[in-house]
């Protein structure tokens, strides 16, 4: 008998040592791994930060050994998520201003300032987040209360959408335009002979503000960092960049104090950076890729800057702007297409959305897999879906849940067949890659899965649901949330499904997405995030 037990003892030992030594392993686990069959799995071993095998919590524990073993106890894990489109920078600079989002008026947005100023004293007021549909005299604010307030202290604030901005007279004066000052792409909003105070696209960026202090931009991304982890979020698409911040990221990501996987789109604003990041060619490391250029084609519905082939329903004779003129556009996508660059336009209304695919049809001619991406496709024209069938749509559901209330009476019953059309654009490219656009919307991404599944809002007043026939399943929308905006970035191979020997990034949630009621869904929790394998939340 001693013998017999002494055999066993060895044979366990021999067993143990047989298994290979890995840095995590995760057990009795919800899986959901959205490879090509959308599987599901119990368990999972990670190593070097790559997940190394995928199977039961028996075959995983039986094969490997860790001083970290995760007991999931049944709760449900998911890819790490992706944000495929927000600004990632600019959400870490609000940070440290005036968050005027959720104000039911323009008193209401006076008063943060004021509070915001006591507490803060700071030599110029930058605030951002005012939605005028959101109050009940949906008008645009005019500056009169600003002037009277702050005479003397420059204030800037910007509409959710980023499209509009509000100045003071102080803000004015020290950037020198007037009412005369001439705009292209853009509008100087004026009423009886005056000026208003409220800028539309290129016309902000006429305004004057101080710079942002190294400090202070460190800080920033650190802060949506942060944020973003508690959201489950391990990579995202920044639409919009800078060479400086750029550059910045970098610096800090090769530190390690940056660990948020960022795909950054390059601002196509000035020719500089087109020409300089054209000639360095393409920078991809394991946390950043700059291999993109963001353009905006026109601006927002919210402040009738989107482009449209008619006028607005409620703005007699106004069709909004492109932001350049049309030949520009041609000469971008042209410099572009002749790189290993990808172009991501932003285009809100029909007749920007017409003008960039028809664009992008062109230069791309003869050309394969270039996963060019329409930023938003928000309005589009019949006939112009068709054209998507090679023109990556890339969009953001919780647009359609904000604007469900007033769009229709801005662009009118006819044009709204072709809005917020999620469905006809997955069908006609097989892919959709979502996001959020944070900080136009908020950062959680449990609220783009309702939108883009439900078609509501956390309020739930719409119950039947916003144009449901547009709305996506359950499986399309996590996928558009992760195998789909890994695609979109040219990072499928890497990231977006919990596969051998891609990233170890997953997210733990405290109930599953794909069986729970679907009033729940915008109540589910991040338990933990995990990104190469270790945990950052």
Known sequence: MKKTFILFIFTLILISCQKEKVDLIVINSNTYLVNKKFENAEAFAVKDGKFIAVGTSKEIQGSYKSKNVVDAKNQTIVPGLIDAHCHFYEFGLLQQRVDLSGTKSYEDVLKKIVTYQDEKNVSFIIGDGWDQNDWDVKEFPTKEKLDVLFPNIPVALYRIDGHALLVNQAAIDLSKITKDTKVSGGEIIIKNGKMTGVLIDAAMRFIKFPDTSNEEAIQGLLAAQKIAFSYGLTTVDDAGLD???????????????????????????????????????????????????????????????????????????????????????????????????????????????????????????????????????????????????????????????????????????????????????????????????????????????????????????????????????????????????????????????????????????????????????????????????????
């Open 243 to 537: 060479r400086n911040t750029i550059e910045l990221i970098d610096d800090l990501q090769k530190s390690n104090r940056l660990k948020m996987r960022i795909y950054a789109m390059v601002s196509g604003d000035k020719q500089d950076q087109i020409d300089y990041y054209i000639k360095k060619g393409i920078t991809k490391t394991d946390r950043l890729n700059v291999r993109s250029f963001k353009v905006y084609g026109d601006g927002a519905l919210g402040s009738r800057g989107a482009a449209m082939r008619k006028p607005y329903s409620d703005r007699e004779n106004h069709f909004g702007a492109l932001i350049y003129a049309p030949e520009r556009y041609r000469e971008i996508a042209k410099q572009i297409a002749a790189s290993e660059f990808q172009m991501n336009t932003h285009a809100i209304g029909d007749s920007a959305n017409t003008w960039m695919l028809k664009t992008y049809i062109e230069v791309l001619k003869n050309t394969e897999n270039r996963r060019w991406r329409i930023e938003h496709a928000q309005i589009v024209s019949k006939k112009d879906f068709q054209n998507f069938d090679d023109i990556l749509p890339s969009v953001q559901p919780t647009h359609a849940t904000s604007d469900m209330d007033w769009a229709e009476a801005r662009i009118g019953n006819e044009r709204m067949k072709g809005a917020y059309a999620y469905r006809n654009l997955l069908n006609r490219y097989g892919k959709i890659a979502l996001g959020t656009d944070f900080p136009v919307e908020k950062v959680n991404p449990f609220l783009t899965f309702y939108s883009a599944t439900y078609r509501k809002d956390s309020t739930n007043l719409r119950e039947e649901g916003f144009q449901m026939e547009n709305s996506l399943s359950r499986e399309e929308t996590l996928r558009g949330m992760t195998i789909w905006a890994a695609f979109s970035n040219f990072e499928e191979a890497e990231k977006g499904s919990i596969e051998v020997g891609k990233f170890a990034d997953f997210v733990i949630l405290n109930q599953d997405i794909m069986s729970i009621d679907s009033h729940k869904i915008p109540k589910t929790k991040v338990v933990s995030t995990f990104l190469n394998g270790e945990k950052v939340f």
